[in-house]
């Protein structure tokens, strides 16, 4: 399996390249740029559609994949391809056998896979309505409290239709509640971070790499696929937007990989199975994501309070980033994109080992590291908050 997983982020990696080398070319023929004025610093217009590559990079092979195990699950019926039998310890949710032979598939592997199709699919088609909406977005900006009422709508719909819910203890509405509101916020954080060459894109690969080796390692592997395609059409896209970027993701990229990983945060359980039902005990592995993501979700809430505090919306574009901050301390932008992602890298290796230690004291030094970390970001944005002006000059896009 490790290898087909690696086979999808090459798939990706290749179909979000040429995709994003395509739609560089196109987008400032048809007029889809990102034109030079307030708040930006780049005195050309810039192609606008990296959204676009990485959609498709992931959508593409999941309907190939959609298409080929449909056959291959009609072919078994027909008896026209041997399925090997298998034992019932085998079966979803833990299925891991793979092919053994040309015309020969695990029925495992192919039931498993069937089984999430309903899920797939419907997670295709909440990537698609946020998506266009994003491309609504970038060509005619929305306003955000009606981006906002749309992410709800989708995302509340998707939870509630597919059951993809968080802390099931909690009860049913409570979680759903809960569930939406993760999401969105990782949504938007995602969105937030769209503000400097690089920094969406590479942070979004970061998180990917961390949630996917802890998908592998606990044997999530519709989970896993997912992040395999989403990481390989990440890269394929950053080897054209890293500083200087020659093309933007724009809303319907940034808001796509936000609520990618904020869907399979919630679809990955963190626990390992041999330790499931000792849940009192091992409870703190359900705060891997959080850790992962702490540099996102702090920046997203930090932003969000000085806005709010300044009678501002807290969706109204600024430089009170922690990136803008690094750049007026002296870092160049590509420097202060590398701090971000090795800081976001920092807290993913302190959640992967989350998942696995097995004890209170283990997992209370990681959260203290993880404290650490975000005392560390603190303690470099200590640099006077920029006031609002009407002619600015930074490159802020969110």
Not at 341 to 356: D, P
Not at 383 to 394: C, I, M, R, S, V
Request: with cysteine; net charge positive; glycine share 8%.
């Amino acid at each position: 399996m490790t290898a087909s997983i690696v086979s999808l982020i090459f798939v990706a990696f290749v179909i979000s390249w040429c995709l994003t080398f395509v739609v560089k070319k196109v987008a400032p023929k048809v007029g889809f740029t990102d034109k030079p004025g307030h708040r930006k610093i780049h005195t050309n217009p810039k192609p606008l559609g990296g959204g676009i590559a990485i959609f498709w990079a992931i959508a593409g092979p999941m309907l190939v994949g959609w298409v080929l195990l449909s056959v291959a699950d009609s072919s078994a019926r027909f008896g026209s391809i041997a399925l090997n039998p298998v034992q019932p310890r085998d079966l979803l949710p833990d299925y891991t056998a793979a092919m053994v032979g040309p015309f020969q598939i695990d029925r495992a592997l192919v039931e498993g896979a069937l089984q999430q199709i309903p899920l797939a699919l419907g997670l295709l088609g909440a990537m698609l309505l946020l998506h266009v909406m994003g491309l609504i977005d970038d060509k005619k900006a929305l306003g955000p409290y009606s981006k906002l009422l749309v992410q709800l709508a989708i995302t509340t719909a998707f939870v509630v239709t597919f059951d993809v819910r968080a802390i099931t203890a909690l009860g049913y509405a409570p979680s759903v509640v809960v569930t939406v509101l993760w999401i969105t916020a990782i949504t938007n954080a995602f969105n937030f971070l769209d503000n400097m060459d690089g920094l969406s894109a590479g942070i979004g690969a970061v998180a990917s790499v961390a949630f996917l080796v802890t998908a592998l390692m606990l044997g999530q592997w519709f989970v896993a696929a997912m992040l395999a395609l989403l990481l390989g059409a990440l890269v394929g896209f950053l080897c054209f937007n890293f500083n200087p970027a020659s093309i933007f993701m724009g809303d319907s990229g940034s808001l796509l990989i936000g609520f990618v990983l904020g869907v399979l945060t919630v679809r990955t359980t963190f626990i390992h199975p041999e330790q499931a039902q000792d849940f009192a005990s091992n409870w703190y592995g359900v705060l891997a994501p959080v850790v992962v993501l702490a540099v996102p979700l702090y920046d997203l809430i930090v932003v969000s309070l000085i806005r709010l505090s300044r009678g501002k919306s807290p969706f109204q574009g600024d430089t009170n980033h922690f990136s803008h901050r690094l750049v007026a301390r002296g870092m160049s932008k590509r420097t202060a994109v590398l701090c971000l992602w090795l800081v976001t890298a920092s807290t993913s290796v302190a959640a992967i080992l989350l998942t696995q230690v097995q004890s209170g004291f283990a997992a209370s030094l990681i959260f203290a590291q993880t404290l650490m970390v975000l005392g560390v970001v603190m303690l470099l944005e200590q640099h006077p908050l920029p006031l609002p002006k009407e002619n600015g000059t930074a490159d802020e896009r969110k």
